[in-house]
């Protein structure tokens, strides 16, 4: 278990300066990072926390990823539907990743 927290502590760190730098709301822990479980995720909140400026500490959130193991797969066909998209023109629809979002949430 304190490996884990250790782990856990070390990439909150790079995650918190990075967050420093580009200011997102939302640092998503996936893929087997995420199923490691919520001692990884706790210790990655707090060095986040922990390393971000005072003005972002309570606007960044970090969360695990929704979509399991389909991520990469989710990513891959989004990348070529969007460049199929413009390579003929076709204006952007919904992606395929917010759509399948919605069907498990919904």
């Not at 990439?11 to 822990?29: D, K, Y």
């Not at 389909?70 to 066909?77: C, E, F, H, K, T």
């Amino acid at each position: 278990v304190r490996a884990v927290a250790d782990a856990g502590e070390q990439l909150g760190v790079v995650l918190g300066n990075l967050a420093n730098v580009l200011a997102p709301s939302r640092i998503v822990i996936g893929g087997e990072l995420a199923a490691v479980g919520p001692a990884l995720l706790d210790s990655i909140r707090r060095a986040v926390h922990q390393g971000s400026a005072r003005t972002l500490r309570h606007q960044v959130q970090v969360v695990p990823g929704e979509l399991g193991d389909r991520a990469g797969l989710l990513g891959a066909v989004e990348l070529g539907l969007g460049t199929a998209r413009a390579n003929i023109g076709i204006p952007a629809a919904t992606s395929v990743i917010t759509q399948t979002r919605h069907r498990a949430l919904g």
